[in-house]
């Protein structure tokens, strides 16, 4: 596959899913407060601009807050998780029982201990996206051959120097590998936030959409989300291809 056709499939692909969406709204007779039809969301879009601008700018701050707070807590736990077998025994348990509670449980939580807000979705964003970080530096870590290890212990290698030299650059791939995983959960759980807890956020657009039954608003909110969402998964795509291109196929070798 050439590389332009690969530039051109991802377009190709989303402009026939929407063609088919239009197409059967039109042929199926769907009526736009059970599915709206593609162009009845953009021309809600554009008529909504300012209210999606306003409240989308809040959903992405508190997105990328508690995102960035995941990669450093991620990043912090992954190394101490995947370098030493007794941390990993003793966190492991308490970070799968964490992960496993459903995000919108404590969200209610968060409102008695934080209030209505920004913070809530902050937090919430920080605690879906930071377990696939750990869990993938961790690995990265923990899969250093241990034929390895013992060569470098015998060169006089630190166990310090190398996690430093040898771990770190090893758990690279996995590492953003994960910050692409974790950037859509962490857009999941700020809206999960703000659907519940907040007066402002796309989340909070939403829901007062639905209240008034203006189904075409909440589709329009749904694809600004997916956007910022895609958005965002590419650059730390692109990152990834700049810094990590020594672990990753070529486009060449993949088609």
């Known amino acids: 596959m050439s590389f332009l056709n690969q530039k051109a499939l991802p377009w190709v692909i989303t402009i026939g899913f929407f063609a088919v ?15 709206p039809r593609p162009s009845e969301i953009a021309v809600e879009m554009v008529d909504k601009w300012n209210a999606l601008l306003i409240n989308s700018l809040q959903t992405f701050y508190t997105t990328m807050a ?12 992954g190394m101490l998780v995947g370098a030493s077998p007794t941390v990993y025994r003793g966190l492991y348990p308490i970070m799968v029982g964490l992960n496993s509670i459903p995000k919108v449980a404590i969200v209610p939580i968060l409102v008695i201990w934080f209030g209505i807000g920004t913070i809530p979705a902050i937090l919430t964003a ?3 996206a930071f377990f696939p970080i750990m869990v993938n530096v961790a690995t990265g870590l923990a899969t250093i051959e241990p034929e390895l290890q013992d060569v470098l212990r015998a060169l006089g290698a630190s166990k310090w120097q190398i996690l430093r030299k040898v771990g ?6 996995f590492f953003f590998a994960s910050l ?3 950037i859509t959960l962490a857009f999941i759980g700020a809206v999960v936030a703000e659907t519940v807890a907040s007066d402002v956020g796309i989340g909070y657009l939403m829901m007062s959409a639905s209240a008034r039954f203006d189904v075409p608003l909440v589709f329009a909110g749904l694809l600004v989300i997916a956007l910022m969402g895609v958005v965002m998964y590419e650059a730390f795509a692109m990152v990834e291809r700049r810094v990590t291109f020594w672990a990753t196929r070529s486009s060449q070798s993949a088609s």
């Open 168 to 173: 770190l650059p090893r758990a690279m791939p």
């Open 21 to 35: 969406w239009e197409l059967a709204c039109i042929v199926f007779h769907i009526d736009r407060f059970i599915l």
């Open 126 to 128: 920080f605690s879906i």
């Open 66 to 77: 508690g995102f960035a707070v995941a990669v450093v807590v991620g990043l912090f736990l």
């Open 180 to 182: 692409k995983v974790a």
